[in-house]
């Protein structure tokens, strides 16, 4: 394993940091696209349902099959990194508009009469009051998608683009475990990290939660 | 409550940030010429098969060219050559190692021409085959074919020395090796066309690689598609059949290369170089990826410094 | 060539789309055989899943000792990339079925495990007093009172987690191995976008109509005084159902 290690560093080193990108930024834009998309489907609640069920749809097909299909619907090269990028942002959106909408709609409706009676009107009352208080939902939410895009990220080795998936692959036909175990549990390291950032985000951005006790 | 307002507008203009530059990144490949890209790089994009190999051989192309003071980028373990083809043509890659007689096969329409199996006779048929946009330098003297592989004690049941030999007997035979050997000419559609040889069943395993060997090993195959340059037919005890129609044609090992981004150094250094190349140094350095499971950049290191390409060569 | 197609330049065309081939339903590698394989492959992963989650699920929201292993295992086991988990049991353990119904248990646990503790976890106090003060035993208060209640919760995670193993037992094609996997796997080898699309279709089927059968199993085995189907009064806050939440609740917890 040391021999490994120190043999093929470079290339474990590159496949981490092109894993990290091919993850992070499909979340960021997944969240953010989802914000709206989760918003309508509170706003309208004829929307609420469909929604679910699409997003439910999306899940259902396998990555690897959208990662080869993408560039025929968005004109992109075959080994383009941009078809992991929007494949694991859809699948974040699916995940996180859901998220959205149920941590909206766990607000105290009073809370938000509150804000409305206080002045409010919806947009301010919307960033300012509801949102935040969703947050703690949206964020749980953003800890599964990120935990999950990690974990997709290395099916995309099966077209060449898969950050640490690389090394299951190399392993696998070298039929030597080392790269694999590797890959592996910088894999499993990567998503201990994302969590902790995201629960340190969290708790950051609502200090209310830390003080305010045990939900039931 | 500033703080919040803080959050969700720095969230927003992150977000909205990114997303222009991923919209950026992925609008090149959709504008009219993707060489405008790798201008501003202007780094040689090198690319392999998903197999090691291949990887092998690329690393060493990357090397020797870093050597001369080309600068390259690696993207390696791509896929079958179905994939790669795409992906030269497309500029996601410039330069790739290739096999003679398969890629002249692939590109071939209407198939291989009849007369044409020595190593002189494919190179020459497929510089007229390649699609414009492609072209291949000077081939390497080091060969590496598909073959039809068994372990010696079904070739000792079934008295097999050639693959004429199975054709009585493939109905009862199992074959594997990778997916697209399956549906290829120089697979069992040729297979069958050539020397009558229709198998029982395939089985999709992988490129050559450790789970087609197992298979054969285990008997879960009888017969497998593997490489001849693989060290796991020796330390088996593996017997190739032989081929006596030439279905697998002379497979040098040779660059192929987007014409666009070819120049005089570039084939220079590759020609040097593939004139040091051999089947058994091939073989040999290969043993050292698989068997000894050493780095593919190591060895391909080891390679070069172990036969020097020509100075004048070196430019 | 191939009496389906041929190839054109580089790119392989076929002359039907593959779905409709009707060749391609019957035979070896037909649809139907890898279809078969692919519910194998999954309906054992589940069973084997639920029979080692469940109990250990009833274990922890029951006597409440072990929680943290409820609600971080829903997400050590998201992070695990199966298809490196299912390669390293391959180098390890050779070819074969048992490697990919490893790693498929393995992906099935944690979503079991998290819901079957949060779905104990969110049964009203109130109604386990009561059935205790009705001299209910332990086990009969488990069995009788807290599962049932526990069902909606139960129910969204078995049907994420049946979601999940469709979509990824397609992996096992990568070993060399049956399933709908081998349609993207040998679709992409060979270049054929229409198979890969081919195979990503009848796995997104699969997986809507396994929920939609695991959905009719939930209306008919929860019990309607929890789902609130008939009291049309109660508007306003809902039971949580959808995985999303039985999950989110896990992980607030």
Redesign the interface.
Known sequence: MIDYLRGSSGVVLDALAQHVVLAVVPLLIGALLALPVGYLGVRFPRLYQPLMGLSGIVYSIPSLAVFVTLPYLLGTRILSPVNIVVALAVYTLALMARTVADGLRSVDPALAEAATAMGYRRTRRLLEVELPLALPVVLAGARVAAVSNISLVSVGALIGVGGLGELFTRGFQLDYAEPIVTGIVLTLLLAAVADLLLVLLQRWATPWTRTAGRKG | MKRRTLLTTALAASGAGLTLAACGAGEDPLAADPSTEDAATDALVIGSANFPENELLAEMYAQVLEASGVEVERNFGIGSREIYLRALQDGSIDLIPEYSGALLAAVSEGGVPEDVSTPEEVYEALEDALPDGLTVLEQAEAQNKDSLTVTRATAEQYGLTSIADLAPVAGQLTAGGAPEFAERYQGLVGLKEVYGVEFAGYRPLDVGGPLTVQALLDGDVQVANLFTTDSSIETNDLVVLEDPEDLFLAENVVPLISAARGNAQIAAVLNAFSETLTTEKLTEYLARVQVDKESVAEVASAYLEANPIEPAAAG | ??PHGR??????VEDTPYLLDPARWSG?GSIPQLVLAHLGYTGLALLAGVLIAFPLGLLIGHTGRGAWLAINAG??G????????L??L???M??GVLPVLIALVVLVVPPILTSTYAGLRSVDRAAVDAARGMGMRPLQVLFGVEVPMALPVLFSGLRAAA?QV???A??A????LGGL??L????????D?GR??A??VV??VL??AL?VLLALVQRAVVSPGLTGRRSRRTR?RRRPD?P??S??DA??A
């Open positions: 060539m191939d190839t054109e330049g580089l790119t392989r070896p997400n050590a998201r992070a695990l990339p199966t298809l490196g988990l390669m390293l391959v180098t390890l050779g070819l979601l469709v979509a990824t397609t992996v094609a990568a070993v060399g996997g081998r993207l796997i040998d679709g992409l080898a060979v270049n976008y890969v699309v195979g990503a796995v997104a997986a809507i929920d306003g959808t999303a939440q999950r989110l992980d607030l």
